[in-house]
């Protein structure tokens, strides 16, 4: 009898054993297939804005855990280069970010292009009366002998230093930041007050305002047109093949980031919620960039 209780008492055990293997193997089933995706950005207003629409993509159409991260330029180049996050989703290419990328090209992946026609420079509502960078030394008083910008390790701010150098501009560059620029930038205009700002397109400023940048001496084009770029960890491709090819997908017009971005700005409703609207409303644009075998898992 006692036996029979002994042997009962291991079949027990032993079944309570096997039980806890099974959910053991299963939680870890479960977190192998999980997908996930680590995205950095920039605070400003066009990668804040298809930044979210990446991550609402991502969740709501290929099953991914996603988080973003806003950080300067230069931690979220070393963060990619690192391999602590997958990607920083806003590189400006050929000058903005020309220094940070040939620092870090080696430690990183170019994943294409996400728009095309970027343009930076000085700008300044359309009823100031001047139209050159050449002419802000002889209207200094106008401007208070400041030109408003944005965070100190921007590629916009770095060539506006070059920009005082070059033009001798008597001029002090104020660091801020970019909601902080356009909140400067709204007040001056509700005012009709002349105001120079660091500023570049795409951006939804240049929706809501009559704005224009200052045109560059033919001898002094410090600022360029070019692309903005995401940047994937080196070995992204190879331990996330799916993410990759989406983040290399993702294209917008300049049509369709200013209406995203718009959106974004005009409504009460949280960045993400916006973007997923957008996202239901524009199912045409979205689905080019979801790979073919997207429901297959990652690490």
């Known amino acids: 009898m006692k036996m029979n209780n002994t042997i009962q008492s291991l079949f027990s055990k032993l079944g309570v054993f096997l039980l806890a293997l099974i959910f053991i193997a299963g939680c870890t089933s479960q977190q192998q297939n999980k997908k996930t995706a680590d995205l950095v950005y920039v605070n400003w207003a066009e990668g804040i804005a298809y930044?979210?629409?990446?991550?609402?993509?991502?969740?709501?159409?290929?099953?991914?855990?996603?988080?973003?991260t806003s950080a300067d330029v230069g931690p979220a180049y070393t963060a990619i280069a690192q391999g602590d996050a997958d990607a920083f989703m806003e590189t400006w290419l050929p000058v903005l970010h020309?220094?940070?990328y040939e620092?870090?090209?080696d430690d990183i992946a170019d994943l294409g292009t996400v728009y095309e026609g970027t343009q930076s420079g000085l700008v300044v509502p359309e009823y100031?009366?001047?139209?050159?960078?050449?002419?802000?030394n002889s209207v200094r008083d106008r401007?208070?002998?400041?030109?408003?910008?944005?965070d100190a390790g921007a590629g916009v701010m770095k060539t506006?230093?070059?920009?005082?150098?070059?033009?001798?501009?008597?001029?002090?560059?104020?660091?801020?930041?970019?909601?902080?620029?356009?909140?400067?930038?709204?007040?001056?205009i509700s005012n009709e007050e002349w105001i120079v700002v660091t500023g570049w397109k795409p951006h939804w400023k240049f929706g809501r305002f009559d704005?224009?940048?200052?045109?560059?001496?033919?001898?002094?084009?410090?600022?360029?047109?070019?692309?903005?770029?995401?940047?994937?960890r080196q070995n992204l491709a190879q331990e996330k093949p799916q993410l990759a090819e989406f983040l290399s997908n993702m294209y917008l017009t300049d049509s369709e980031l200013a209406d995203l971005m718009v959106a974004i700005n005009e409504s009460d409703e949280d960045n993400e919620v916006v973007a997923q609207q957008w996202m239901q409303n524009n199912e045409d644009v979205i689905e080019d960039w979801i790979p073919a075998d997207a429901e297959q898992a990652e690490m």
Do not use: C
């Open 51 to 68: 930044t979210n629409l990446a991550k609402v993509v991502l969740e709501d159409k290929m099953g991914y855990e996603v988080e973003i």
């Open 98 to 100: 020309a220094d940070y």
């Open 103 to 105: 620092q870090f090209k």
């Open 128 to 136: 100031v009366e001047i139209d050159k960078i050449s002419e802000l």
């Open 143 to 150: 401007f208070d002998g400041e030109i408003t910008g944005i």
């Open 160 to 188: 506006t230093n070059q920009v005082i150098e070059e033009y001798n501009l008597d001029y002090e560059l104020v660091q801020s930041s970019g909601p902080a620029m356009t909140s400067a930038l709204q007040r001056a």
């Open 211 to 232: 704005l224009k940048f200052l045109e560059q001496d033919e001898d002094k084009m410090l600022w360029e047109t070019g692309s903005i770029h995401i940047m994937g």
